[in-house]
């Protein structure tokens, strides 16, 4: 069984070096990692969202 791991807003903007505010705007804005509002309560982020939102922001590494 897998366990999921959750970050805080604080927790995943010092993670990206953003501000809290910044990823309050992308959330408003339908852009950044998924998220979700456990028993209606704060915004969490499941890592492993993170993780692949994260991957999708960054080229393969070819230089154009």
Do not use: C, N
């Amino acid at each position: 069984m897998t366990i999921d791991v959750w970050l805080t807003r604080p927790q995943l903007a010092d993670r990206l070096q953003i501000s809290v505010k910044t990823l309050a705007q992308w959330a408003s804005q339908h852009r950044g990692p998924r998220y979700a509002r456990p028993g209606g309560g704060h915004v969490r982020y499941r890592l492993s969202d993170v993780e692949a939102w994260e991957a999708t922001q960054f080229g393969d590494g070819d230089a154009a």
